[in-house]
């Protein structure tokens, strides 16, 4: 049986993908367009608002964040997605939380299992099992 370590494959601190892409793909053609229409109306949900890294386009993605204090966690069920990769090009995003919105800024990834004391407590329950992306509240 061949073993290999996730540190031999440089995987050490991934962020992995939670659900079953089959999940994923229901999400985003069904699910996600009808909670973006009604997020700012349910409690726990919000929508970030960030500018694609390559086309400059502004797009918005449904989320489920944590704040403590001025921290703010969004857990990765789905990985690493474009999204993300969005957000950390920019170094800032907005969170469209009901009728208030917040500015963030260093945005960085604690990777699954990795050090998340001081976040939310749902965060740090959830950042055992996959990454959660923090930011300053500006």
């Not at 440089?10 to 089959?22: E, F, K, N, R, S």
């Not at 994923?24 to 409690?43: G, H, S």
């Not at 800024?105 to 998340?116: D, E, F, K, L, T």
Request: net charge positive; glycine share 10%.
């Amino acid at each position: 049986m061949l073993r290999i370590s996730v540190l031999a494959l440089g995987l050490a601190g991934c962020v992995p993908m939670v659900y079953p892409p089959t999940f994923e793909r229901l999400q985003i053609k069904y699910m996600n367009p009808v909670v973006k229409r009604v997020a700012r109306l349910m409690p726990g949900v919000a929508k970030i608002r960030h500018r694609g890294r390559k086309s400059g386009k502004t797009y918005e993605t449904v989320v489920t964040p944590f704040r403590k204090g001025s921290v703010l966690a969004i857990t990765l069920g789905h990985g690493k997605t474009d999204w993300v990769k969005n957000v950390l090009a920019a170094d800032e995003a907005d969170v469209l939380f009901g009728k208030r919105t917040v500015h963030i800024v260093n945005p960085r990834i604690v990777p699954a299992g990795g050090n998340a004391d001081g976040l939310p407590f749902m965060a740090r329950v959830q950042a055992r099992k996959m990454g959660v992306l923090v930011a300053d509240i500006a």
